[in-house]
């Protein structure tokens, strides 16, 4: 079996993937690490789980030794707490914050706080799986991409890397359950303010737009712009992202929705899908929903993505990524299905 620990186990993405390593064929938890709640047992924490009971405990680097694999579900800063004590470890890590996705000057611009060390950052292969599957297979040290990121970039990817779109007119309208962000509450997830609301936050400076423009430059060598809007939607998880571009090549709906279908034909967790897209039929799993329709009064192309943001945009490609990385097969442990009604 491969060992895994987490730390911060009490949060969402914590939790998220401690259920799916606990239903894992493969990985076997031996450490629950916390920083607010060390001396009480997962069994005390979340008594629903038929999981490994173990007694939750502080990090400490010096007893990771029979760790393969280590997940950093912490938020940003957190992480690069933990990332600075690890460069002497031999396993896998695997930070689900954003603090390995950006080169430092892009970090501190977007973040607003001290970046890790460049050339602690320069060591971190980025996990978008689909797109960067081969680095993740050798990587030591992972950077989960973002909820938003993933959304929007698995959605766009195959347009700018074929060409098929104008790179600089990339509009995307996404938005997020209330768990994407996090336990903690705030005056905004407040259930008094967020119930019966839509708001619309970080209005064309949400942390994911970098991570978003770097993935397609990396992937396709094209410098694209993407305007994102970001909503909170009152609903406990998924995101659905719907990207309106203009396309460079004149073909019909049927031909588009054929480009997508080739694009991922072999991806076990992309569907190419048809009818109105909905938020649940990937909620719950790690699937990526895509449907693509032209406009053609208009000339535009409407992508749209939809995830589940603590399953596909967190710890369930997390999962993946580590499944890709010791050589298993990719779907192990990740065949939930969707929660649709
Ligand atoms: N929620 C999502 O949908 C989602 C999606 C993609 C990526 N992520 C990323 O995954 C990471 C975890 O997200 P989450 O939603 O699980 O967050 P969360 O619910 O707020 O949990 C974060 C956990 O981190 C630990 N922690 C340690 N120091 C902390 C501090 N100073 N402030 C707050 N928490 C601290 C806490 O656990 P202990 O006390 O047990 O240590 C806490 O429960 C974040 O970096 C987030 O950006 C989340």
């Known amino acids: 079996m491969i060992t895994c620990g987490i730390v911060g186990v009490t949060g969402y993405a914590g939790m998220e993937l401690l259920k799916l390593i606990g239903k894992h064929p493969e990985f076997t938890l031996v450490r629950?690490?916390?920083?607010?709640?060390?001396?009480?047992?997962?069994?005390?924490?979340?008594?629903?789980?038929?999981?490994e009971d173990l007694t939750l405990e502080p990090f400490r680097v010096d007893a990771l030794d029979d760790i393969d694999v280590i997940f950093l579900a912490t938020p940003s800063g957190v992480s690069a707490h933990y990332v600075t004590q690890l460069t002497e470890y031999e396993g896998v890590v695997i930070d689900l914050s954003g603090d390995l996705r950006l080169p430092a000057s892009s970090y501190e611009t977007w973040y607003g706080k001290p970046a890790v060390p460049a050339s602690l950052q320069a060591q971190a292969v980025y996990g978008l799986t689909e797109w960067n599957r081969d680095a993740v297979r050798s990587a030591n040290w992972i950077a989960n991409p973002g909820c938003y990121a993933t959304a929007v970039a698995l959605g766009l990817l195959p347009f700018v890397n074929g060409g098929w779109i104008d790179p600089n007119e990339i509009i995307v309208s996404a938005c997020s359950g209330?768990?994407?962000?996090?336990?903690?509450?705030?005056?905004k997830t407040h259930h008094a303010r967020s119930n019966e609301n839509v708001q619309l936050y970080k209005i064309h400076t949400h942390q994911h737009i970098p991570e978003i423009e770097?993935?397609?430059?990396?992937?396709s060598g094209t410098q694209a712009t993407v305007s994102l809007s970001t909503h909170l939607l009152p609903i406990n998880r998924g995101i659905m992202?719907?990207?309106?571009?203009?396309?460079?090549?004149?073909?019909?709906?049927?031909?588009?929705?054929?480009?997508?279908?080739?694009?991922?034909?072999?991806?076990?967790?992309?569907?190419?899908?048809?009818?109105?897209?909905?938020?649940?039929?990937?909620?719950g799993s790690n699937y990526c929903?895509?449907?693509?329709?032209?406009?053609?009064?208009?000339?535009?192309?409407?992508?749209?993505?939809?995830?589940?943001?603590?399953?596909?945009?967190?710890?369930?490609?997390?999962?993946?990524?580590a499944n890709v990385r010791f050589g298993l097969n990719e779907t192990a442990g990740l065949n939930e299905q969707p929660q649709y009604i």
């Open 178 to 187: 209330i768990t994407g962000a996090g336990k903690g509450l705030s005056a």
């Open 289 to 321: 929903d895509l449907w693509v329709y032209l406009d053609q009064r208009t000339n535009r192309l409407t992508i749209i993505s939809v995830i589940d943001n603590m399953q596909k945009g967190a710890a369930g490609q997390a999962i993946q990524n």
């Open 241 to 283: 992202a719907t990207m309106s571009v203009v396309p460079t090549l004149e073909q019909s709906e049927a031909d588009w929705v054929d480009a997508l279908r080739q694009a991922y034909a072999d991806e076990p967790f992309i569907r190419v899908q048809q009818g109105e897209p909905e938020i649940r039929t990937a909620v």
């Open 32 to 51: 629950a690490m916390s920083d607010s709640s060390t001396g009480l047992t997962l069994a005390q924490l979340y008594p629903w789980l038929e999981i």
């Open 214 to 219: 770097q993935t397609l430059y990396a992937v």
